[in-house]
T-cell receptor, first 112, second 111 residues
Framework: KAGVTQTPRYLIKTRGQQVTLSCSPISGHRSVSWYQQTPGQGLQFLFEYFSETQRNKGNFPGRFSGRQFSNSRSEMNVSTLELGDSALYLC???????????FGPGTRLTVT | GEDVEQSLFLSVREGDSSVINCTYTDSSSTYLYWYKQEPGAGLQLLTYIFSNMDMKQDQRLTVLLNKKDKHLSLRIADTQTGDSAIYFCAESDTGGFKTIFGAGTRLFVKA
C-alpha cells in the first residue's frame, strides 16, 4: 500500500505571495491532518479534514486554509506569506483506526 | 492547555538500552504515541499505548505509562546507530482528532 504523499517536496516563495501544498492520503483513509514543524515552535496542529469537512482546527491565523476533495486528497493554502511561515509542513492520514496516524515526508517551504 | 514535555537530548553507546521520557498534562488523553523522525523525513509511528494500559512491548521497544504521574517512557533495547533520530512523544484525546506533540528528544548513538 502506498504511503502518504506530499507535493511539492521543496518550495521557495517570496513574502506576500501565496502557496498551495498538496497531500494524498493512504488509499482508503478519509481523514487528513496538517501540521507545521519549525525549530522554534516544534510540531503544531493546523487542521484536520474528514469527508471534505474541516473537523478540527488549531490556533493559526486565517491566512492558513485548507480543503479536501471527494477522493480524500487535501490541499493547504497559505496566503500573504510571511518569513515566519518558513517551515516543514507535514500531512498525516488516518483510517478506520482513528488512533493510527501516518505521516507523509513533508513539504519544506522557504519564504524569502 | 495541553502540554507535552520531553528532554531534548540523549546519548547512549551502541548496544546499550535507551530510555526516553515524556510528561503530559491532559488527563483526558486517551492515546499516547511515540514517533521517530530521521533527517529530512516525515514522522514514523513507532508505537502507541492506550491510557488504560500500563505497558506495551513491541520487539525492541517497551512503552511504560504511569497515568497517575502522567509520565510516559520509551525504552529501546540494544540500541543501534540506525536508531539515531528525533523521538517525539504525543498525546490525543478520544477520536485522536488533534494530536499534541512534545518538542522531540534527539537520540545520539555512539559506536
Amino acid at each position: 500500500k502506498a504511503g502518504v504523499t506530499q507535493t511539492p517536496r521543496y518550495l521557495i516563495k517570496t513574502r506576500g505571495q501565496q502557496v498551495t501544498l498538496s497531500c494524498s492520503p493512504i488509499s482508503g483513509h478519509r481523514s487528513v491532518s496538517w501540521y507545521q514543524q519549525t525549530p522554534g515552535q516544534g510540531l503544531q496542529f493546523l487542521f484536520e479534514y474528514f469527508s471534505e469537512t474541516q473537523r478540527n482546527k488549531g490556533n493559526f491565523p486565517g491566512r492558513f486554509s485548507g480543503r479536501q476533495f471527494s477522493n480524500s486528497r487535501s490541499e493547504m493554502n497559505v496566503s500573504t506569506l510571511e518569513l515566519g511561515d518558513s517551515a516543514l509542513y507535514l500531512c498525516a492520514s488516518r483510517g478506520l483506526l482513528d488512533y493510527e496516524q501516518y505521516f507523509g515526508p513533508g513539504t519544506r517551504l522557504t519564504v524569502t | 492547555g495541553e502540554d507535552v514535555e520531553q528532554s531534548l537530548f540523549l546519548s547512549v553507546r551502541e548496544g546499550d538500552s535507551s530510555v526516553i521520557n515524556c510528561t503530559y498534562t491532559d488527563s483526558s488523553s486517551t492515546y499516547l504515541y511515540w514517533y521517530k523522525q530521521e533527517p529530512g523525513a516525515g514522522l514514523q509511528l513507532l508505537t502507541y499505548i492506550f491510557s488504560n494500559m500500563d505497558m506495551k512491548q513491541d520487539q525492541r521497544l517497551t512503552v511504560l505509562l504511569n497515568k497517575k504521574d502522567k509520565h510516559l517512557s520509551l525504552r529501546i533495547a540494544d540500541t543501534q546507530t540506525g536508531d539515531s533520530a528525533i523521538y517525539f512523544c504525543a498525546e490525543s484525546d478520544t477520536g485522536g482528532f488533534k494530536t499534541i506533540f512534545g518538542a522531540g528528544t534527539r537520540l545520539f548513538v555512539k559506536a
